[in-house]
């Protein structure tokens, strides 16, 4: 990666730390909790609709910021209660329901929203110390907000209420059993997700200046998907890398070619078939090698002396 | 009132265009457990090819059945190459037919171009109907007849025939039927190909009615998909009643209620989910 | 798992370090961004078009007019020769955002032309003020372009909601009847076609009897035709683009109305985009068009050639609006002398220059195209729709400001 970084590029990878925040959001239900939603934009765009909205008329930063977390949390806690009564294809086809509704919420509220037009965001980013409008330090802030919600998101997996919740998304039953509150947990998890992406559509709207429907639509959240699957499923960290691969495809593909949607096409079937979970299980697969090996011989020589013995 | 029943029995007919589609889904969902979401693009394809044989002045009804033979011919490609390494997994069925309709509809953009098409209503079909003072297109009526028909036989064939009840005792119990000497295999093969030559034919039927252009096939697997959820998965029956009411609600819908019909459907969805979270006449998916 | 740990944490610590790097080495040179004189033979110019989804056959028509013009000038424009870099911005304004930053500061494009959608052009029209690059808008026909959303860096070279909506009002009142009924799909183009339409029909002493809006991408029109037929109106005028207008002219006739009602349109209902998947159907159209292959002039008659010599088919209204993008950004790059925006812009205003379309001037108080319109009804011979021009509206134009507000 070059140390000096044109302003293009700078643009470019600001995005993408927006963007893993986002698909690290949708990776934590993916991953830890088992549950897949097709309709994560609409927290995303619920973030960054309240910074273009609420912004006119607030200036405080940190104000907008709280407000985008707080509002998308409590709506993923109450649409997560009733959602997750449905079993996983349901809650596909649910979420989805949800994604769109949202996304026809900003379409048809016109004199708020500025409908399908979309509208511009006028608010700006100043965190006590001066505006901050100039590429570079949109760079940094997003830079920063990027390491912070991953040190969260791992302090969350980590504890103990993280562990469990893996716990549920791998044999729900058995957690029931030993006496856990499923439903507590699934929620709250969920609420997390929800306003971690609520906030990554937020600073959207500081970067980006602009706000329109699409940002809740179905399309847009297809593609955070699919920035999980690439970077792999099951993992805090691959999301992120996976997002960063998108933005770079989806923004250097279709300049070379005008059949871009068939290569995407091409690569999201050969992801698949070769069912490796995505680029992360491929590094952590190297890693392995390179540093187990060892283990690995010890292993078999202590295997070996035992055979020997029995024999 | 007849602009009220003609209303009606157009919301009918798009009904039972969108059962049509809806029913491949929903017997590949209910057989196999497999998430097609490359449907859409399957129902696309088969109106273009139909296209195509038909500008080379070919009659409707034959390029009709060449069209729902071409794609069920693709989906047993599909199934052969790809599909089959899936079974089981929900997620990756998710993204490999996400992307297998990304390149599908990308290969028919190649081929047949950009511009909107339509299919011409064949001969027999053309023409109007009077009720009282307004008139209604003959082909409509037909679509609707044809929904019927269709309904009819995959009643006939779940409960009157021995492939029906392979199939039905698959769905129950895949390792019993495999141990009774039927060849699993040839049937999901078989069914998925089924599935595929029932989106193609509702592609071709849906031609005259709602054209083809870029884009349609993520248009109708939104449609399909809801359809099916509301109807409940695997349940062709209550596809055929999800379908018929999601057709009525919309069409009406657009004409009462304008300002809501973007969110109706989806609205619809999520009602009936949460009162009945496995669909209508759904039953516990795996 | 310790392994994996430092081994994470070790690669967080080298991520913050990278950014604080790269952040700081970054010079000053991001600030301003202020277009370079082009005194360079090469012009880099950027097409932001929608080449996904049901605009794609419009950027296609678009780009072949373009080329067509380079090829027929040697592939340069003012005396400087052209690179092209095409960009799909999916019809959504978010993407949009993303392909013009790139066009603008990676690849440094020294022009731009485009969009198609309006919803894009609002978004694109701040960032091009900013970076004070010249837009030349060879599509989006949203009326504020015009009024609150005026740039000097914007010149539309296509026509406006307005001029297509109120075109054919006169013509229509006068020869076909003084009560109609109006139909658009309900979003923003569609009101400010009729709205357009219905100013003009007032002023030539029509009167609107009733307004229909149906959704955009509706499946069944009949409702809607059949209110309108109730009213028993001298003509129904609509305005549909797309599949909409497909299915609308299709069952217009289905539902028994073709031949019993006339049908007005907008310039949409004349063109091959419609008229050809819809044949018989759409025959009897009286449309306010703004382009034919078939217009009798010198221009048209030389262009319609080389562009089925060049693409085995006939131009459309959108070739043109490629065609004079070229012509226009030719013309005032020779006579500016360079690409260098502020001079440009001096040109831009008021230009005039003479399309397949007719003679057109850029306003320079809307920065629109006055250009003639023409009503024509739909024929069909040959199993073909022809538009058959009946009379010319000339310098057709778009009030200064919006009457509106």
């Known amino acids: 990666m070059p140390l000096m970084l044109s302003d293009f590029g700078m643009n470019l990878v600001t995005e993408i730390f927006i963007m893993a925040i986002f698909a690290m959001s949708l990776g934590l239900i993916m991953g830890y909790a088992g549950m897949v939603s097709l309709g994560h934009a609409g927290f995303f765009g619920i973030g960054a609709y309240l910074v273009a909205i609420l912004g006119q008329h607030i200036g405080n930063t940190y104000l907008l910021l709280f407000f985008s977390i707080v509002v998308s949390g409590i709506i993923a806690l109450i649409t997560g209660a009733v959602f997750f009564r449905t079993s996983k294809f349901y809650f596909l086809m649910i979420t989805l329901a949800f994604g769109q509704l949202v996304y026809a919420l900003f379409w048809q509220m016109k004199p708020l929203t500025g409908g399908a037009d979309g509208m511009s965001v006028s608010a700006i980013l100043n965190f006590g110390f001066g505006d901050l409008f100039s590429p570079l330090s949109i760079y940094y802030v997003m830079g920063v907000a990027f390491i912070i919600a991953y040190i969260l998101l791992r302090f969350f997996v ?45 600073l959207y709207s500081y970067f980006n200046l602009y706000v329109s429907p699409d940002l809740s639509g179905w399309l847009f959240s297809g593609q955070v998907m699919m920035m999980v699957i690439i970077g792999g499923v099951g993992t805090l960290f691959g999301p992120a890398i996976g997002a960063g691969v ?48 060892k283990k690995i011989t010890q292993d078999t020589n202590n295997q070996l002396k035992e055979e020997e013995a029995t024999s | ?49 139909a296209f195509s044989f038909i500008s080379n002045e070919l009659n409707f009804w034959l390029a009709l059945l060449l069209s729902v033979f071409c794609t069920a011919i693709c989906g047993v490609i599909l199934e052969k190459l790809l599909i089959k390494y899936v079974y089981g997994k929900e997620l990756e069925q998710v993204l490999l037919t996400f992307g297998i309709s990304f390149i599908l509809a990308d290969t028919v953009e190649w081929i047949w171009g950009t511009e909107m098409k339509t299919l011409p209503v064949p001969g027999l079909l053309d023409g109007s109907i009077s009720f009282g003072d307004t008139a209604f297109p003959i082909y409509r009526l037909f679509v609707v007849l ?17 492939i029906g009840a392979i199939i039905r005792a698959g769905v129950d119990d895949r390792e019993m039927v495999g141990a009774l000497g039927i060849h699993v295999g040839f049937v999901f093969t078989g069914v998925f190909a089924f599935g595929a030559a029932l989106a193609g034919l509702s592609g071709v039927l849906g031609g005259p009615l709602i054209g083809m252009y870029t884009g349609m096939d993520s248009e109708i697997l939104v449609t399909s998909l809801i359809v099916v959820v509301i109807g409940g998965l695997g349940s062709w029956k209550g596809s055929l009643i999800g379908a018929v009411f999601i057709g009525i609600i919309e069409t009406l819908g657009k004409v009462w209620f304008p300002s809501l019909s973007m969110l109706i459907v989806f609205l619809l969805m999520m009602v009936v989910l949460i009162i009945r979270p496995n669909g209508l006449l759904g039953r516990e998916v795996a | 798992m310790k392994k994996l740990r430092r081994f994470k944490a070790a690669g967080l610590i080298i991520i913050a370090l990278f950014l604080f790097i790269t952040g700081c080495s970054q010079t000053s040179s991001s600030s301003g961004n202020e277009k370079k004189g082009g005194e360079s033979d090469t012009i880099k110019i950027g097409f932001i078009l929608s080449q996904t989804g049901t605009f794609a056959p419009l950027s296609d028509g678009i780009l072949n007019g373009f080329k067509l013009y380079l090829e027929e000038h040697d592939g340069k424009l003012g005396g400087k020769k052209v690179q092209i870099k095409v960009e799909d911005d999916e019809a959504n304004p978010q993407v ?7 066009l603008v500061h990676s690849e440094k494009v020294d022009i731009l032309v485009g969009p198609i959608s309006s919803s894009v052009v609002y978004a694109l029209r701040d960032e091009v003020e900013k970076d004070k690059i010249v837009l030349i808008d060879a599509n989006a026909a949203g009326d504020d372009l015009a009024w609150s959303k005026k740039s000097d860096y914007v010149y539309r070279t296509s026509f406006s909601n307005w001029q297509n909506g109120s075109s054919a009002a006169k ?15 309900d979003y923003p183009a569609g009101k400010e076609v009729i709205r357009a339409f219905k100013e003009a029909f007032k002023a030539a002493g029509g009167e609107v009897a009733k307004e229909l809006y149906p959704k955009l991408d509706t499946n069944d029109f009949a409702p809607y035709l059949q209110e309108a037929a109730a009213l028993e109106p001298d003509l129904i005028y609509a305005f549909f683009t797309g599949s909409d207008g497909i299915r609308f002219v299709t069952q217009y006739k289905e539902f028994g109305l073709q031949g019993k009602i006339p049908l007005g349109g907008a310039l949409e209902f004349g063109d091959e985009l419609i008229t050809q998947p819809t044949g018989e159907a759409a025959e009897g159209i009286i449309a306010g068009i703004n382009y034919s292959p078939n217009l009798d002039n010198e221009i048209n008659k ?15 209204i959108f070739s043109v609006e490629g065609y004079d993008s070229a012509t226009i950004l030719d013309k005032a790059i020779t006579e500016a002398g360079s690409t260098e925006s502020a001079k440009l812009i001096k040109i831009l205003k008021g230009i005039s220059f003479d399309s397949p379309r007719g003679p057109i001037t850029i306003d320079p108080e809307t920065n629109n195209p006055i250009q003639n319109f023409y009503i024509a009804v739909n024929k069909y011979q040959n199993n073909v729709i022809v538009p058959e021009v009946i009379e010319t509206v000339e310098k057709v134009t778009m009030p200064k400001t919006s009457p509106f507000e």
């Not at chain 1, 469990?164 to 059993?177: C, F, L, P, V």
């Not at chain 1, 279709?254 to 590094?283: C, D, F, N, Q």
């Not at chain 3, 262009?303 to 131009?315: D, E, R, T």
């Open chain 2, 146 to 162: 044809f929904g019927c028909l269709l309904a009819l036989l995959l009643w006939y064939l779940e409960t009157r025939t021995r």
């Open chain 1, 158 to 202: 980590e504890s103990p209420a993280g562990k469990i919740t893996k716990g549920i998304m791998e044999n729900e039953s058995r957690m029931q059993a030993l006496g856990f509150n499923v439903r507590i947990y699934k929620l709250m998890v969920y609420a997390l997700s929800g306003s971690m992406a609520g906030l990554s559509g937020a």
């Open chain 3, 96 to 102: 949009a955002l993303r392909k013009y930053r790139q």
């Open chain 1, 246 to 293: 998108f933005i770079f495809l989806q923004n250097f593909m279709s300049s070379y070619t005008e059949r871009w949607p068939m290569i995407m096409g091409m690569l999201l079937v050969i992801l698949v078939m070769a069912g490796k979970g995505g680029i992360i299980h491929w590094l952590q697969h190297i890693q392995k090698a390179v540093f187990s090996r």
């Open chain 3, 302 to 316: 030389k262009f319609v050639k080389a562009y089925q010599q060049k693409y085995n088919k006939l131009p459309n």
């Open chain 3, 171 to 185: 013509y229509l009142a006068n020869n076909i009847g003084k009560k109609a009924v109006v139909m658009a799909p």
């Open chain 2, 1 to 49: 009132m007849s602009i009220f029943f003609v209303q009606l029995l157009t919301g009918i007919a798009y009904g039972m265009l969108y059962f049509m589609i809806a029913a491949g889904l929903t017997i590949i969902l209910g057989v196999m457990n497999v998430v097609n979401l490359a449907h859409g693009t399957l129902f696309m394809l088969g109106a273009y090819i």
